[in-house]
């Protein structure tokens, strides 16, 4: 028999919702390892993610993306933090069904003061408050659809989040 190899939770949200911040003090709180995949993809192909938009195109890296987390999900066993639009691609939709995942949710404001005008996320270049709004009202339908648990993080710390997904793992 195989043994069932699947994260404990993984996180999902837009970018400065916290995933990458709240997966390592879980995994931390937890004992068990933690995995980005933004991380594995950077480390596979030695090149930061902006760059990988810049000489490949988004259509690369989202192609790397998918691959990415189909990965992660089959061999992880601790806490997975997803790039923020990985949820986008049906793959992905269809590979999270039966995952713990939590949607980490964050309001315009919030999200775009946490990411700032850090030149690490391509997708928010140029106006990062109108950039975001688009982003969530397009996307959060479909956070929504893939999570099993929501958790607001405006005005929480990371420690906060990072508490209430604890209490609701049990
Ligand atoms: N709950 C929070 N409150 C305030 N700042 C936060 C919170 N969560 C994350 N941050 C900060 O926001 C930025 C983005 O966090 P990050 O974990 O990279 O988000 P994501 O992976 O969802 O894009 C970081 O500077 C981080 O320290
Ligand atoms: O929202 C997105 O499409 C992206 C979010 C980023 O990850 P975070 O959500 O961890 O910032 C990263 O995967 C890439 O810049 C694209
Ligand atoms: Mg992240």
């Known amino acids: 028999m195989t043994a ?6 993984v996180l999902v949200g837009p970018p400065g919702a916290g995933k990458s911040t709240v997966a390592a003090l879980l995994a931390e709180s937890l004992g068990v390892e933690v995995r980005d995949t933004d991380t594995d993809i950077e480390t596979a192909t030695g ?8 000489t490949h195109g988004e259509a690369h890296f989202r192609a790397l993306e998918v691959d990415a ?3 992660a999900l089959g061999e992880h066993r601790g806490v997975l933090a997803l790039g923020g639009g990985a949820v986008m691609r049906d ?3 269809a590979a999270l069904r039966g995952h713990t995942v939590v949607f980490l949710d964050v309001g315009l404001a919030e999200a775009a003061s946490r990411v700032g005008l850090s030149s690490a996320r391509p ?6 408050r109108s950039q975001m709004k688009a982003l969530l009202d397009s996307r959060r339908p479909t ?7 929501v958790i607001s993080t405006d005005g929480r710390t ?13």
Do not use: M
């Not at 090149?47 to 810049?54: C, E, G, K, Q, R």
């Open 4 to 9: 069932d190899v699947r994260p404990v939770v």
């Open 47 to 54: 090149t930061p993610i902006a760059d990988l938009f810049v």
């Open 69 to 71: 987390v189909a990965t």
């Open 91 to 93: 793959e992905t939709q």
């Open 123 to 128: 997708l928010l270049l140029g106006n990062v």
């Open 143 to 149: 956070y929504e659809a893939v999570a099993t648990h």
């Open 158 to 170: 990371p420690t906060e989040v990072a508490e209430e997904i604890l209490t609701l793992l049990g």
